[in-house]
């Protein structure tokens, strides 16, 4: 997996898992959701995310350094 996919599976997980939250624990969960679509947002722009450097670090490449890598 990519960092790329990676960084999209972890914004989902954590938007399905926020609305869950807001439903069945308390209705100040919505504020995760809005911390992640403006997370997103801002890396659209600056190209820093928080998650991606954690993946990184994790041993996840970006799509460019597998793309380089060619098939296995």
């Not at 914004?11 to 403006?38: I, K, N």
């Amino acid at each position: 997996m990519s960092i790329e996919k990676g960084v999209e599976a972890f914004a989902g997980l954590m938007v399905l898992l926020s609305v869950a939250l807001t439903q069945w624990v308390h209705p100040g969960f919505v504020w995760l959701t809005v911390f992640v679509g403006a997370n997103l947002f801002q890396q659209s722009f600056t190209g820093f995310c928080p998650a991606a450097s954690a993946m990184r670090k994790l041993g996840l490449r970006s799509e460019r350094e597998l793309a380089s890598e060619g098939p296995a």
